[in-house]
């Protein structure tokens, strides 16, 4: 990642790194480091566990100082902001695909298993910036890019979880609670890919893919609530 690339995502973030290698580092996936044994620096799994920390703490904080609601609903809202498919949108509005450091494999995937890459990275970006220059830092960028989503998820109810949504639904609708088969599982320990079915007896009503069995069930929730038009 040259000098003229980290100045580019400075640029896409409004943030200036003091020091640059905590910004190459949270753009270094875990694959790369298997052709580029050389590269010098860790992958960005340690800056994405405290990324992920501080992430929860920033939103934490924010809605308690903000919204008088009970602890359930701000649960809810908080789990909307910092779940895997909210962080790889917001990727998208600083452009941090460009950036990402693949081995050549993982770059040919533009599929689901990117999502989840781009929104480890934004957790690793987040780490980056605390251990750079501390907690202020890191509240500006999750201000500025993560908590701006939130009025549109209070507006428009896209907090509410699925798996809950379409058990109410089902059972109001057909007096059944839906079940979840795991339909096949695949890829290395530290990668591994789930695909999940949702059932309403026998009916398969529902699929969906992710990183662990419970995404991949979220995802099967969403899918069938689409299918059968449920609110």
């Known amino acids: 990642m040259t000098e003229e690339m980290v100045s580019e995502l400075e640029s896409q973030i409004g943030y200036i790194f003091k020091n640059k290698d905590l910004a190459r580092q949270a753009m270094t996936h ?14 960005n799994e340690r800056l994405e566990f405290l990324g992920d920390a501080v992430l929860e703490l920033v939103v934490t904080e924010y809605l308690y100082k903000n919204y008088p609601n ?3 609903e701000m649960t809810n809202w908080r789990a ?3 779940n895997a498919n909210m962080l790889a949108q917001i990727s998208q ?11 050549r494999g993982e770059a040919k995937d533009t599929g689901r298993a990117r999502q989840y890459i781009l929104a480890n990275a934004v957790e690793a970006l987040i780490g980056a910036i605390y251990l750079d220059q501390g907690y202020e830092a890191a509240r500006k960028f999750i201000e500025k890019f993560v908590l701006v989503q939130l009025p ?14 379409l058990q ?5 609708r057909s007096g059944i609670t839906p079940t979840y088969e795991v339909l096949e599982e695949w890829g290395p ?3 591994r890919n789930f695909r999940v079915g949702v059932f309403l007896g026998r009916e398969q009503i529902g699929i969906g893919e992710g990183p ?12 069938a609530l689409k299918k059968k038009q449920w609110s």
Do not use: C, M, T
């Open 30 to 43: 875990r694959s790369y480091l298997n052709e580029n044994p050389d590269w010098g620096l860790n992958q």
């Open 70 to 72: 009970p602890e359930g």
């Open 80 to 82: 909307a902001l910092v």
């Open 93 to 103: 509005s600083f452009d941090l695909n460009k950036y990402l450091l693949l081995s």
């Open 152 to 165: 549109q998820i209070i507006r428009e109810g896209s907090y509410r979880d699925s798996k809950s949504l």
């Open 168 to 172: 109410e639904e089902a059972q109001e």
């Open 189 to 191: 320990d530290h990668a």
């Open 212 to 223: 662990s069995k419970q995404d991949a069930q979220q995802l099967a929730a969403q899918d």
